[in-house]
Nanobody, 124 residues
Framework: QVQLVEHGGGLVQAGGSLRLSCAAS????????MGWFRQAPRKEHEFVAA????????YYADSVKGRFTISRDNTKNTVYLQMNSLKPEDTAIYYC?????????????????WGQGTQVTVFS
């Protein structure tokens, strides 16, 4: 079992920045990949970014590439999502997630453990 808790959402003006964090507990954090997803109203979960267990490889959706950065600190059991140059279309609930098998995936259905989500609202 893995428990995930996100922090850092909020209200920000377009062009601004936010840093999300996701604290994990319940299993050896350094043994599995992590992902960030988001869900806007009336839309499906959308892949945002993912990072391998070591942090050596990162992956991004085209819509956030160059603006968002995923990172992790295995000593703190925490994964981060630094979001810069935010746009109104980035408005969504952001979730961190972990797969049971620890592998890296881009599909939300492959992830077994989810945080409660944190709201990010970007206004113009």
């Amino acid at each position: 079992q893995v428990q995930l808790v996100e922090h850092g959402g909020g209200l920000v003006q377009a062009g601004g920045s936010l840093r999300l964090s996701c604290a994990a507990s319940g299993r050896t954090f350094s043994s599995y990949a992590m992902g960030w997803f988001r869900q806007a109203p009336r839309k499906e979960h959308e892949f945002v970014a993912a990072i391998t267990w070591s942090g050596g490889s990162t992956y991004y959706a085209d819509s956030v590439k160059g603006r968002f950065t995923i990172s992790r600190d295995n000593t703190k059991n925490t994964v981060y999502l630094q979001m810069n140059s935010l746009k109104p279309e980035d408005t969504a609930i952001y979730y961190c997630a972990a797969p049971e098998d620890g592998e890296i995936y881009f599909e939300s259905t492959k992830y077994d453990y989810w945080g409660q989500g944190t709201q990010v609202t970007v206004f113009s």
